[in-house]
């Protein structure tokens, strides 16, 4: 039997679990570190994850629950795919107060993940934080993080993308995260949109510009 280390982010263990783990054990533990090493077999689902769901999985999740399954995707314990679906279950199922939670929790991990001196060199944290980014990216409409919180991380990433701190890999993904944040107020490259916008893209062809506007504008700010 193999023993699941929870790590503590100072190192050494937190909480240790017997592994194999089932999806009916998971249940009874109920817990965010007891999460991440279940996610961490090859055979997990991500079933576990929907609140909802009619077999075994978390009853409840925690502030400590998603700050442990952000971490289980920056640390390289959970595969990003599979940290996908639990995320996106999480969302579906949760309180909205609960998955603007998660919103936040991610925004944090993405920002430890950019700032890592490895990021620039290492394919595996490129790969983690671009799934942050799409977890981000195509979240339906309504399901934001807390403008506190949104409002600082944004404004750092302005302000490293302003001042050239980033290197070639992080700045494109922090761009496309910064662009698409501000279509989500309803701007584009500094400006209000309005139609004047939309007319100039089709003029030009741009299909994929006007996909993303259609898919992270307002609801109530265009009707295209």
Known sequence: MAIACALLAAGGCAHEFPLPMTAAELAAY???DAL???LGQTDASPTVCDLRATG???STVDDDARRALVRGLGEGEVTPE???RCADALVRSSAPGDASALVDAVGRGYRTLIRNRGFEREPELQARLAMMQRFYIERRHGVDGNAAVDDKLFAELRRALARHRLGPVAAPLADEL????DLEHGLWQGHAVDLATIDKLHAAGDENTLERF???LPDDRLCV
Do not use: I, K, Q
């Open 36 to 38: 991440v090493a279940y």
């Open 56 to 58: 075994p999985h978390l």
């Open 30 to 32: 109920d817990s965010g």
């Open 82 to 84: 599979l940290w996908r």
């Open 178 to 181: 910064v662009a698409t944040y």
């Open 214 to 216: 259609a898919n992270r």
